[in-house]
């Protein structure tokens, strides 16, 4: 089997060796994680990488957990990438994100380690895995950065705390981090997709940002009103009722008639303050939610057509649709979607995919 | 003087895509989510200093020269 997957709940060291024994593999090129916060981070990262020890290993913590066809929380997750499927593997860290992310710096690692500068190696060959501290606030600035010193794709997700909101980590070769990413480069030899599902709707309605700011993923206006007033009028309530509307009426920003959502976090004052980046100028798609598990599973399966055969899958969930899921005690129906594939996932503070996006499932499947 | 934001989108984009599709595709993702819509400027539109330093900004981050895009106009 060319990847493998694992889950457990056992308690460190136990824990270890549960998914090693799951690893059905041979011995991984890499290993990919995702530990619920329960778990004491260096100690998980120290003993991963020690039972893995030819391996690149990374991972992060997370808010909820996707393994064996079930959503699962207060578990550990892992994906195990055997020779068949990976080629090589170089995983970097990018420190300190409230500075300048110096992805540059990684980026030369890699390229000692590919022996080709990461601008000039082949994008259909090569993806790379981000996980980033999902508190940081610096997801946009880190996806900028990467994608100016790239054309490889780099998908991923903002770590999560099992929505303590207090601390994420991030996990590379033993050790666990905190405001910081890690790059997962990998040559892959038989391709992969991306696939990049929400499930929302247009309404026909739109709002001009004139008035941001930006550090703070704050809007201030729409259309040159107070952003609160603005967003209630588009979606048909009085501005009190604004709140109520954001996880059913997140905006998008419309990239080749798809939306990259933007999703309202809370009210501040007469602003409205975002999940991710909003920039002064953008025309936004005001959005309506539509049924996460029909939408999903007709992704799913339309892109299993499209390729044949999927050796495996890597579901980056973002939070809030897993809370939309828990309310409505749907998570076994949206787990049920990856049932037969060697699929993991997380519930994540945010997807990356070319820059910063909420409410998505964002989706690395390998050929 | 118009059409200048125009002729730099089409420089970075072509530079960078090489005439790769896939890349010329990503390219202009990655233009929308820095707030720079390419589909929103023609040969017409009007050069805005603000526009245009911010994609002189994007231009230098991407590492495509953009001076003969610009002179092309």
């Not at chain 1, 999560?160 to 905190?178: C, E, M, N, P, S």
């Not at chain 1, 729409?222 to 905006?251: I, K, N, T």
């Not at chain 1, 999703?263 to 025309?283: A, E, H, N, T, W």
């Not at chain 2, 720079?36 to 981050?61: G, H, K, L, M, Y």
Request: glycine content about 8%; some cysteine.
């Amino acid at each position: 089997m060319p990847i493998a997957t694992a889950f457990s709940t056992k308690p460190l060291p136990d824990l270890v060796a549960d998914l090693k024994s799951q690893c059905i593999c041979g011995p991984p090129r890499a290993v990919v994680f995702f530990a619920s916060s329960h778990y004491e981070p260096q100690a998980l990262s120290q003993q991963m990488q020690a039972a893995f020890p030819g391996a690149c290993v990374v991972g992060c913590s997370s808010a909820g957990e996707i393994a064996a066809g079930r959503m699962m929380s207060g578990s550990v997750v892992a994906m195990f990438f055997g020779p068949d499927v990976v080629e090589d593997a170089a995983a970097e860290v990018v420190g300190d994100l409230e500075s300048e992310p110096r992805v540059a710096e990684a980026f030369a690692e890699f390229e000692r380690h590919f022996q080709t500068p990461v601008s000039q190696l082949d994008i259909r060959k090569h993806v790379g895995l981000v996980l980033v501290d999902g508190l940081s606030g610096r997801e946009e600035r880190l996806m900028e950065k990467i994608g100016s010193g790239t054309d490889v794709f780099f998908v991923g997700g903002a770590a999560g705390d099992d929505l303590r909101f207090q601390t994420t980590h991030v996990f590379a070769v033993g050790k666990a981090h905190t405001n910081a990413a890690v790059l997962l480069l990998l040559r892959l030899k038989r391709g992969f997709e991306i696939l990049k599902t929400q499930s929302f709707k247009l309404t026909g309605k739109r709002l001009l940002a004139t008035e941001v700011d930006e550090a703070r993923r704050q809007v201030l206006q729409f259309d040159r009103q107070p952003a609160v007033e603005a967003y209630a009028a588009a979606v048909g309530v009085p501005p009190e009722q604004a709140a109520a509307c954001f996880m059913r009426h997140p905006l998008g920003l419309m990239v080749h008639g798809e939306p990259f959502v933007r999703s309202p976090q809370r009210v501040d004052g007469l602003s409205i303050v975002f999940y991710c980046q909003i920039k002064q100028g953008m025309q936004l798609e005001v959005l309506e939610g539509t049924d996460i598990v029909a939408d999903t599973r007709a992704a799913i399966e339309r892109q299993m057509t499209a390729m044949g055969t999927i050796s495996g899958l890597i579901d980056f969930h973002c939070i809030l649709r897993t809370l939309q899921l828990r309310d409505e005690k749907r998570c076994d129906q949206y787990g049920a979607i990856f049932s037969g594939i060697p699929a993991i996932g997380f519930s994540t503070y945010g997807e990356e995919y070319l820059g910063h996006i909420n409410q998505t499932s964002t989706i690395l499947l390998f050929r | 003087m118009a059409g200048q934001i125009k002729r730099m989108i089409d420089a970075i984009i072509e530079q960078r895509a090489k005439g790769d599709p896939l890349i010329r595709i990503m390219t202009k993702s990655k233009l929308l989510l820095r707030g720079v819509d390419p589909d929103r400027f023609n040969r017409n539109s009007a050069d805005d200093p603000q526009v245009v330093a911010t994609i002189r900004a994007i231009a230098a981050e991407l590492g495509t020269p953009l001076e003969l895009g610009e002179e092309k106009g």
